[in-house]
């Protein structure tokens, strides 16, 4: 479904992304790993369209990303690590807008609005401006527009960052429910949420995969924050 | 299309859910009821005036001279255009810069959409918005009508001028907005490059130099001034749209730089 072959990225001198491929299957949960400026954040950029490789490329659902960008962004859902909400929009009328700019037929908006706002819990809300809202619900509010045009690929850049325990809960088991018909790509930095969500971890550190395993295999002699720590703590250059 | 009538509407939400709207509506017409006010009063001075002096000489002495085209209606028009050269560069300054600050702009490049029609969008959408400001001044010319009977000819070049004028402002501004985060540095290129372009023809009067001449066409009042005194010259009508072109072209390539698709 996604296959990202030899990313980089380069910031003039300074390398972000070195070389990265790898591959998600249908229906996997990914849970994308690594420390801080290991270029997570700038490889789903560059998969989602945001940023321009400096070369490699990407299919998704077998479209490249540079030669039918279109196509490929009709088919994911995208939430940054700042969701990207309109702060003088209601609840409502922003996820109107999504609905519209993502293209999702006109006899589905209503039914994709509604159903995005019920899996985010956001009907309280939904005639407050975005700006009068916490943290979390901003975040429920992206979720919701990542997901309300029911894209075959879902990438998230942090999703349960700054939600409350119950909440997050309710985005894991909302994950595992569309991973049956959507692949999804989930980077984070709580391990425990990778290791009950994700089928499959790919491990990146200084621009480069350092590991790209099914968690059952890695998890088999020891915990997967031993195996993140031991692979990070190794020299960046590898 | 749909795209960009999605774009559109979203620009003009933004536009009359934010204060800003209002306060530059506000602004702008007292301004312009101020500047129609002045130059009525200018006139009606005059007027009085010649006609006195008309009845002593027993004809039309000079009274012919003057009519509210030239004397009401050209110069109130221009002293709008003068009130847009500051609230335009305001106006467009948060357009793009706002979307690139707040990190909204990643919803619309992941979204499938082309950079055209972000542009699109977001030049119609303002200019739509800019047009509508102007709207209620026809109302002054309106009263004239009903109290005198000016040409109405001057009156429609005279709008058509304006709103060429912020046709080309809000191309500006829109190619302003898309260098930066900051509204502040936005307003202010905006603003310096249409000013620049305003007073340009200042240059004229040391003649006879090719260089000078090229900058004088360059000038937005050159082109302006003709279609306020109700003239329609389709070298001023390829000025602007090309001005327009060029700005929405650099636009483009701004937008690219920063990894549009």
Known sequence: ?238 | MSTIIVLIKKELKQFFISPIAYVVMMIYLTLSGFFFYTNMERFSFYYKRLKTMAQYSQGQGDLAMINLNEMVIAPALFNMVFVFLFIIPLIMMKSLAEEQRQKTDELLRTSPLTVNQMIAGKYLGSLLFIMGIILPTVIYQGLLFYFSSPELGPVITGYLGIILFIAAGVSVGLFASSLTENQIIAAVIAFVVLLFLFIINLLQVTEGNIFISVLTYLSVTEHLTNMLRGSLDTRDLVYFFSFILFFLFLTKQSMTAKGWR
């Open chain 1, 1 to 238: 479904m996604i296959k990202v072959d030899h990313l980089v990225k380069n910031y003039g001198p300074y390398a972000a992304v070195k070389d990265i491929s790898f591959e998600v299957q249908p229906g996997e949960i990914l849970g994308f790993l690594g420390p801080n400026g290991a270029g997570k954040t700038t490889t789903m950029r560059m998969i989602t369209g945001v940023l321009p490789p400096t070369s490699g490329t990407a299919t998704i659902d077998g479209f490249d990303i540079l030669e039918n960008p279109l196509e490929v962004k009709k088919r994911i859902g995208y939430l940054p690590e700042t969701p990207p909400v309109y702060f003088d929009f209601t609840v409502q009328d922003y996820l109107k807008f999504v609905t519209e700019i993502k293209q999702v037929p006109k006899v589905e908006q209503k039914d994709n609005l509604a159903w995005a706002m019920e899996k985010c819990s956001l009907q309280d809300v939904r005639h407050r401006l975005i700006g009068n809202l916490s943290k979390g619900f901003r975040q429920r509010v992206g979720l919701a527009g990542a997901i309300i045009n029911k894209p075959k690929v879902l990438i998230l850049d942090e999703p349960t960052v700054g939600l409350d325990p119950k909440q997050i809960r309710e985005i894991r088991s909302m994950i595992q429910e569309l991973s049956q018909d959507h692949t999804i790509v989930l980077s984070t930095h709580i391990l425990p949420e990778v290791s009950l969500i994700c089928n499959r971890a790919t491990i990146i550190h200084g621009g480069r995969v350092v590991l790209d395993e099914k968690i059952d295999e890695m998890t088999k002699t020891q915990s997967l924050e031993e195996v993140f720590i031991e692979l990070i703590s190794k020299d960046g250059e590898v």
